[in-house]
């Protein structure tokens, strides 16, 4: 079976922390994988496209995910440009 490129995205750019009560929010997660499309040179989806892909793949209240990756340093650096 073909993984899609949410499911690769999960793979790559994201770690499931279940002992942890973190849980990585909507716009960090949106913005996550706008980083992994474009360090990957895949056009991301939009935002609703995306958010309905996820709703099969994660619970969007207690996810427990984590960024990780490549993907995870682009978005941090791109979000806080003070830290460079």
């Known amino acids: 079976m073909a993984h899609s490129q949410f499911d690769t995205f999960l793979k790559e750019a994201t770690h499931c922390d ?3 009560d973190f849980t990585l929010d909507r ?3 949106y913005g996550l994988y706008t980083s992994w499309c ?6 991301p989806r939009t935002e ?9 793949r994660i ?10 990756g490549p993907a995870a340093a682009d978005y941090i650096l791109a979000s806080y440009p003070g830290l460079v």
């Not at 609703?48 to 099969?56: D, V």
């Open 18 to 20: 279940r002992e942890s």
């Open 27 to 29: 716009d960090p997660l």
């Open 38 to 43: 474009l360090l990957n040179q895949r056009a």
């Open 48 to 56: 609703t496209t995306f958010w309905a892909a996820m709703q099969k």
């Open 59 to 68: 619970d969007p209240g207690q996810n427990g995910l984590r960024m990780r």
